[in-house]
């Protein structure tokens, strides 16, 4: 692995099912970070982590749940999806958290909730 | 509340240079980054500023004016490669980055 990996590339989910987008980063990054990215608007932060076994609320954490059980997985969890989750899922992580440091970005997921 | 504006898009020549420009409005300030994003692709770095000036790294180059809450990223000598969309985002006093929609630059040959 180089830098961070997402999966899965995309996915297409009936409404009210459970999904977890996974993302894995292999720089030893402290801080991790999970956005979404909708047409006409900025990157939205849904969750973030510092560091392993801490995690924050973004701007947008409503029907999104995380865990950070070690450095390099932060997987983001949709209980039920619904269609206003469909959208582009980028996972980033940064040498630290609360810092000027560059986020380095994963390729993305597309979710489609029908 | 907290906003970030920039042109929603922008047509250029290649060869030529162009200004994207980008205001911000935060609670608390700590710094000015730059991202370009292919269609399709992630997010990647191009620039962080902290600091009122011009930043130059190669063809790109990044100006901050804190008092103004203004930025902008201005391209030289374009090539189609840099077809591509253009995030403005500003880190809070939070530490947390506030981004822009983006700018989408069309490069004509």
């Known amino acids: 692995i180089a830098g961070i990996t997402q999966a899965p590339t995309s996915q297409i989910l009936a409404a009210g099912r459970r999904m977890t987008l996974r993302c894995t980063q292999d720089m030893r990054h402290n801080a991790m970070y999970w956005y979404r990215q909708d047409l006409g608007l900025g990157l939205r932060l849904i969750h973030y982590s510092n560091t392993a076994g801490t995690t924050g609320k973004g701007e947008v954490p409503d029907g999104y749940s995380v865990s950070r059980a070690n450095t390099d997985d932060f997987p983001l969890t949709l209980a039920s999806a619904v269609p206003s989750q469909t959208s582009v899922y980028f996972c980033?992580?940064?040498?630290?958290?609360?810092?000027?440091?560059?986020?380095?970005f994963g390729p993305g997921t597309r979710l489609t909730v029908l | 509340g907290q906003n970030i504006d920039q042109p929603t898009e922008m047509t250029a020549t290649e060869g030529a240079i162009v200004q994207i420009n980008c205001t911000y409005q935060t609670s608390g300030f700590n710094g000015l980054f730059w991202y370009q994003q292919h269609a399709g692709e992630a997010p990647t770095f191009l620039s962080y500023n902290v600091l009122d000036g011009l930043e130059e790294k190669g063809r790109f180059s990044s100006f901050l004016s804190r008092s103004k809450g203004y930025s902008y990223l201005l391209l030289k000598e374009l090539q189609m490669k840099d077809s591509a969309s253009y995030l403005c985002a500003a880190l809070d006093s939070n530490y947390q980055l506030i981004w822009g929609a983006g700018t989408k630059l069309i490069i004509k040959p």
């Open positions: 980033a992580s940064s040498q630290e958290g609360s810092s000027y440091n560059e986020q380095f």
